[in-house]
């Protein structure tokens, strides 16, 4: 603040207020909703007084979305998504900093040009690989006449196969697969002083040792950045879910909201619906209310 | 920029950037290249591979009024969408840059929203906006049948939109007030020495300063608006009713995945492709721009 502006500063805070009901409002509902029963749901307009049914409706929810199972596999599978990012990444962006042969311009393009189409864009292909993932290797293998040469000389017929569906591989090498934490560990590398580097040569290490004992302990503040936000950016993840994990006992917490959503036909038992939506957004948001310095961080320096 | 200091071993190079660029030639560029092959054959319907048919899936499409009017609702929706979000943001940011009171309760606050899945906030805001239960629907006690996105499509693409906007506000808060704070204090307190009010301040000196963020954001929010707004569509409408709210990338999943269209979905999927990679290369050049700023 500059100068005294008792009016202006009175409409900001009325703005500001205003936000911020708008920001908090859905998240009241949803935790209101849950509390109630099923007339106290149904009735218009809906109390705003929580009530004592909560923890029956928490119950209904997890049985009802097999919670119990689907949050571990969440669990697992955005660890894994967030884990898989930062050391590919982090390894990644280290030869395309720290090296210099031929074709390294070549390397940085491809895995640069992947931040162009996100995953939901191009579905469709990315599905088919999911079926068998070695498909473009047996392909190449097909199409130089490798395959037909090993059936000649030794009787043997490759055949390549890994089946992706229903499982934790497919679901989470997909998302691994981008160039944004590339990126933002290309930005921080490009940070860290040559000296550095140069007295790590003088003494005797090489890129393994500099890059394991310099660079990793450095850069553990973007390893927590970058961390937090696939964790969160993985739990959110819905239509690739949906699509790989065709066994219902194999599915995400999130992909189950939708057996949560009250049929038109049934019991418009809304309180339950809240109560799981609230028990399956949890863990990010609270992840996010603790991290929030290095969520933030992560943020602005991913996307820019 | 380039190091001065680097590696020279080659071997040991490659084994570093090996595993990422095998996933991304599997995941990435293998599935890319087949897309393309997708659009341009047509697979038969009684087996033997397929057949080439040229730009025949792109005219098909082209032609077809259905997918012009998904072109149409995406476009509506992102613009609208950012719009909100955008403007909004700017707005708080603006404001919690002044540092009043309790900013640092705002700064948190405004990006939770962007924590919640896509479809948990769409359940939440299905329920919030029903027509008979809910907090909306009381519009419908008032005046009786105002209110139904079940049923009136113009409501249920308000629905989405309003669902969609929540949820980016804190995320362009984010970007705007770290693009505020980046504004030397001096500039701000040299005008106001001047002479200048906070809106004059606002307008001539903040807005200027923050366009290149604002075109950056512009971009990532009509991306986003083409690809996160599946799980809401999804769980919110279904891109229902009549098809009022089918998005592009809903369309895509709708008549791949359910209509077992590869052809003509692979198509759709390179159109996408084609807009989204001339949004991207619009905010490198622009990105571009702002470096050669510093």
């Known amino acids: ?304 | 920029m380039e190091k001065r200091v680097t590696f020279s071993s080659t071997i040991t190079g490659l084994l570093f950037v090996v595993p990422m660029l095998l996933l991304i030639f599997v995941f990435f560029y293998w599935p890319s290249a087949q897309a393309l092959y997708w659009a341009f054959t047509l697979e038969q319907p009684w087996g033997g591979g397929n057949r080439w048919v040229g730009f025949d899936n792109f005219s098909q499409l082209l032609s077809d009024p259905v997918y012009w009017g998904a072109i149409g609702r995406s476009m509506m929706f992102g613009l609208s969408s950012t719009a909100i979000a955008m403007g909004l943001a700017l707005i708080l940011a603006l404001l919690t840059d002044r540092e009043l009171r309790g900013h640092k309760i705002y700064r948190s606050v405004f990006i939770w929203p962007y924590a919640i899945a896509a479809p948990a906030l769409g359940l939440a805001f299905r329920f919030i906006l029903a027509p008979e239960a809910g907090l909306l629907s009381i519009i419908n006690q008032v005046w009786p049948g105002l209110w139904n996105p079940a049923l009136d499509g113009k409501d249920a693409m308000i629905a989405v939109i309003v669902a969609f906007s929540w949820k980016y506000i804190g995320y362009n808060f984010i970007f705007f007030l770290s693009a505020l704070q980046g504004i030397p204090r001096s500039l701000t307190e040299a005008a106001a020495m001047d002479g200048s009010g906070p809106m004059r301040r606002i307008l001539d000196i903040q807005l200027p300063l923050v366009t290149p963020t604002l075109f950056f954001l512009l971009v990532i929010n009509i991306t986003e608006s083409f690809q996160d707004s599946f799980g809401i569509v999804d769980i919110m409408t279904q891109g229902g009713p009549a098809r009022a709210t089918e998005l592009m990338v809903y369309k895509i999943y709708f008549d791949g995945f359910k209509g077992l269209d590869y052809s003509g979905a692979a198509a759709q999927s390179i159109i996408l492709m084609l807009l989204v990679i001339i949004l991207t290369i619009f905010q490198f050049r622009f990105i571009e721009r702002r470096v050669h700023y510093k």
């Not at chain 1, 805070?13 to 009241?28: C, E, H, N, R």
């Not at chain 1, 967030?82 to 311009?105: C, D, E, Q």
């Not at chain 1, 864009?121 to 130089?144: E, G, K």
């Not at chain 1, 580097?197 to 660079?215: N, Q």
Request: neutral net charge.
């Open chain 1, 1 to 304: 603040m500059i100068e005294r502006t008792p009016i202006f500063n009175l409409i900001c805070y009325t703005i500001l207020a205003l936000g911020l009901v708008i920001a908090l409002l859905p998240f009241g509902i949803v935790i209101i909703a849950a509390t109630l029963d099923l007339k106290a749901v149904n009735t218009v307009p809906m109390p705003l007084v929580p009530s004592s049914h909560f923890w029956a409706n928490v119950q209904e929810a997890w049985t009802r979305a097999d919670l119990g199972n689907k949050l571990v596999h969440s669990m697992i599978f955005a660890v894994a998504v967030a884990f898989g990012k930062v050391l590919l990444s982090s390894m990644a962006a280290f030869t395309i900093v720290y090296f210099r042969f031929p074709g390294r311009y070549l390397i940085f393009w491809l895995i640069f040009i992947t931040l162009m189409l996100p995953l939901e864009v191009r579905i469709v292909p990315t599905y088919s690989i999911a079926a068998n993932a070695l498909q473009p290797f047996q392909a190449i293998l097909d199409v130089t006449g490798l395959t037909s040469l090993f059936a000649w000389l030794f009787g043997i017929k490759i055949k390549l196969e890994w089946g992706l569906l229903n499982s934790y591989p497919g679901l989470v090498l997909p998302l691994v697969a981008t160039a944004t934490g590339t990126f933002l560990y290309r930005q921080f590398y490009l940070t860290v002083p040559d000296e550095l580097a140069e007295a790590a040569k003088i003494d005797g290490s090489g890129p393994v040792r500099f890059f394991v004992d310099v660079l990793l302990p450095l850069s553990r503040a973007n390893m927590i950045a970058l961390f937090t936000i696939m964790f969160v950016w993985a739990w959110n993840q819905y239509l690739w879910p949906l699509l790989i994990t065709t066994d219902p006992k194999f599915g995400i917490a999130v992909t189950e909201l939708k057996t949560l959503i009250p049929s038109e036909f049934g019991l418009p038992d809304w309180n339950v619906a809240m109560a799981g939506t609230l028990i399956i957004m949890s863990p990010p948001l609270i992840l996010v209310i603790l991290m929030q310095r290095w969520f933030v961080r992560g943020l602005i320096s991913t996307d820019k």
